[in-house]
């Protein structure tokens, strides 16, 4: 607990005083990111209109904006409310314990506060772009924890750190790609047990546990086992498989306190960006009318549950307007990209406390 609570010590520290070093570091990826997040958003909205003028359209369906106080904003296609049959207007609440704790409900409005233990640290749209900074991120937070121990290190400064960076371009931008692709090979398992059960004399319910705890169990798994890969890739002369077989081999022996530090983590991101989205959100409702409704579902209530890391959903009537979609857009991936810097400076001081537990044992 001593350690963890100096980790802990040491996340905020660095942080905070190498706060403008990180974010010069992030932003020439942070702006394409976020670029190419708006992009594809809209990309999305068109073809989903274009599908919605024929069949979607003949059954009753308009193409409307879904706001997350985690999410941000998502196109969505939503039964006109004139056609929803009467008997569906009934608040509708779902939970669940095992294998992972979870909790929805949905008034008749069409509001919903949710609540989950999220295994998913990292953001699957374009903003997963932001995963190629981490390499120049643990550079400096090698050369801010280690200056003293070494000469080797250049001048701290965004510049720098992506020129020594750029020596492993094409590492860099493999190993992330081949860490998400590893760790997802867990949701073939899941899409497959969906559709074929080949046990048809196993319950659904006990067949669908047993999946999604084998679906945990493997994502789990590789999010340890492979987690210092960045600080491995960018601090030793490894090859692109050599830095997974690094990672493996100092992780080994400190599973269960790694994991439970990126089930914290990954709780606390929640929190962060629940909190931070939420409020602006809010912020935003009072100045643009169409997001009134978000407005009346953030009661001061509601609200609170934002900081143990609940998520606020609001189905609005109709798609956002350009401007305040892109702004919602915009403060998401800024969020997204305050939140790198944290995991790099964890799992790279964990990558030291690995090295020197190692030396120390032979």
């Not at 409307?64 to 207007?89: A, F």
């Not at 008034?107 to 989950?116: F, I, M, N, P, V």
Request: with cysteine; proline share 5%; net charge positive.
């Amino acid at each position: 607990m001593a350690n963890n609570a100096k980790l802990a010590r040491t996340i905020f520290t660095q942080y905070r005083d190498n706060f403008g070093v990180f974010w010069r570091i992030m932003m020439p990826v942070a702006i394409v990111a976020i670029a190419l997040n708006v992009v594809i958003f809209f990309y999305s909205i068109t073809r989903l209109e274009r599908s919605n003028s024929g069949t979607f359209s003949a059954n009753g369906y308009t193409a409307v904006s879904g706001v997350s106080t985690i999410d941000g904003v998502y196109p969505e296609l939503s039964l006109l409310k004139e056609r929803v049959p009467s008997d569906t207007s009934a608040p509708d609440r779902s939970w669940r314990l095992l294998p992972v704790p979870y909790f929805s409900s949905t008034d008749s409005e069409g509001r919903t506060w949710k609540w989950e233990l999220d295994f998913q640290i990292f953001d699957y749209s374009f903003l997963i772009l932001l995963l190629v900074t981490l390499c120049p991120l643990s550079l400096a937070v090698a050369q801010v924890s280690r200056s003293s121990d070494s000469e080797a290190f250049a001048p701290l400064n965004a510049r720098n750190m992506w020129r020594q960076t750029g020596r492993k371009a094409l590492a860099v931008l493999l190993t992330p790609l081949l860490y998400v692709l590893i760790r997802d090979v867990s949701s073939l398992i899941l899409w497959f047990g969906h559709t074929y059960q080949p046990f048809h004399r196993i319950p659904d319910v006990v067949f669908e546990l047993c999946l999604f705890g084998i679906f945990l169990l493997i994502q789990c798994y590789f999010l340890v086992t492979l987690s210092l890969y960045n600080p491995c890739l960018i601090l030793e002369n490894s090859s692109l498989v050599g830095v997974f077989r690094r990672s493996h081999a100092l992780v080994k022996g400190a599973r269960w306190r790694f994991l439970g530090i990126y089930l914290l983590t990954g709780w606390l991101a929640s929190v962060v960006t629940s909190v931070l989205l939420g409020t602006a959100l809010l912020a935003f409702s009072i100045f643009l009318p169409e997001l009134a409704p978000l407005r009346d579902a953030l009661s001061p209530v509601t609200f609170l549950t934002l900081f143990i890391g609940g998520d606020i959903i609001v189905v609005l009537p109709a798609l956002l307007s350009v401007p305040t979609t892109t702004v919602v857009l915009i403060v998401k991936g800024l969020i997204a990209t305050f939140l790198v810097p944290i995991w790099a400076i964890l799992t790279t001081h964990l990558y030291f406390q690995r090295v020197d537990a190692m030396k120390e044992a032979t």
